[in-house]
């Protein structure tokens, strides 16, 4: 692959010499800088040709001021010496007149991070706009071919994010995404397949356009389905729209003031609680082979792999710096990313080994329905069908969902391949029981 393009970030000693010296500028109590650099690409795909191309270079610096504990955060994008000077000024008299925060924290300090980089590759981080070219038009070609209509985006990213605080902290991390998405129509049909991955050339963009096009020409003249609870298989895409709702709950402050799903009732949390599938693993890993992220979070929080559900039983829950240090326990840093284990078995076998039931290919629109109880709703999309004697009979229209989170999650009873979906690991799986409300008009 060519990789001719220059890039713009910002190399860890470039980036600390830059925040060392706004440091040593600042006039307040404490500083704390975050710079981030780097190159997004996209290409855009519609009608079976290619309608945009779009490169964005980023680089930005917040700077927070504090005094006591009043602070403020003031931004640029113009990093020549007078433009930083004016931010590093703005933020200091927002900071002066700020109310004083009931929660503040001193500023974090340094910590110890694995040795450990994020995952990088530079023929990713300099793509051209041509090479992506190449590959929409292999896309648009085999869709043309089988009498179908392509649309989608492929994507390219590189980035660099450094943090440094007047306490000594000092956290860096660089590193490349590729992310590919088609979705195939015909006749009354239609498909999507989807993947991410740390380069370009880890997406398997025409194994996942050739199952898209298998899967569009099976999907035509949907059949009704009366709404109802069904066996259901998910797929690992269908899963990476629902599981993180999961992750996004589990604040163990919520939880001990009664507000989430995991207080228990009279008082107290759910941690230790055998709430789920003895099949479902659930960890935030940053040291997956298919996401390699870096050795901190967002915070400057070390970023390692953590159990947040084992055998079913929760494990873990959140807690951010100020519920930690009101319970005497260690932060745990955002739950992300987020691995939920799988098996070696293809979506294919749990299809052969079902009886009767729905094949669910994508989960789209997903929203609360009841926050407290985790309840979801959210419409199939893009190739829904009913399995019977383990075989796929036929295409059956989309269907609107009203689902209790924590118990599709209690009813997995089998588990295929994970792949990557965005910043999640996520296998297919098979229920029990999946609610459904109604139908749609939606292909």
Known sequence: MPAIAESTLLTREQAFDSLDRVCRDSQAEGVSLSLVSGDSALSRFASNQMTQNVQKAT???????????????????????EAIAATLRRSETLARIAPEDPEWLPLLEPQAYAPRAAGFDPATAACLPQVRGQLVRQVCQLAQQAGAEASGTLSSQAYSHALLNSRGLQAYECSTEAEFSVTLRQGTGSSWRSRTA????????????????????????????????????????????????????????????????FARPGGG???????????MQLTRDPTHAL?????SDDQGLPNERLDIVRDGVLQQLNYDRYWAQQQGCQPTGSFEPLVMAGSDRPLAELIAETERGLLINRAWYVRYVNP????????????????EAGKIAYPVKNLRFNQSLPALLR????????????????????????????????I
């Not at 194994?207 to 709404?227: F, G």
């Open 198 to 261: 740390i380069a370009l050339d880890e997406l398997p963009i025409v194994q996942l356009t050739q199952a898209a096009l298998v899967q569009a020409a099976r999907s035509q003249n949907p059949r009704d389905v009366q709404p109802g609870a069904y066996p259901t298989i998910l797929s690992s895409a269908a899963m990476a729209a629902l599981v993180p709702w999961l992750a996004w709950n589990l604040s163990a402050r919520a939880a001990a003031e009664g507000r989430s799903f």
């Open 372 to 387: 407290r109880q985790l309840e979801l709703t959210g419409m199939t999309r893009d190739g829904t069908f009913w399995i």
């Open 59 to 81: 680089l930005k610096l917040r700077v927070t001021s504090h005094f006591g504990s009043r602070s403020a955060s003031a931004a640029t994008t113009d990093l020549a010496p």
């Open 291 to 295: 996401l390699q992220a870096g050795a």
């Open 411 to 442: 009813d997995i009873d089998a588990l295929s391949q994970v792949e990557r979906h965005d910043d999640c690991v996520m296998p297919g799986a098979r229920v029990t029981a999946l609610h459904f409300s109604s139908v749609t008009d939606s």
């Open 269 to 279: 949390d759910r941690q230790g609680d055998a709430l789920f599938s003895p099949l």
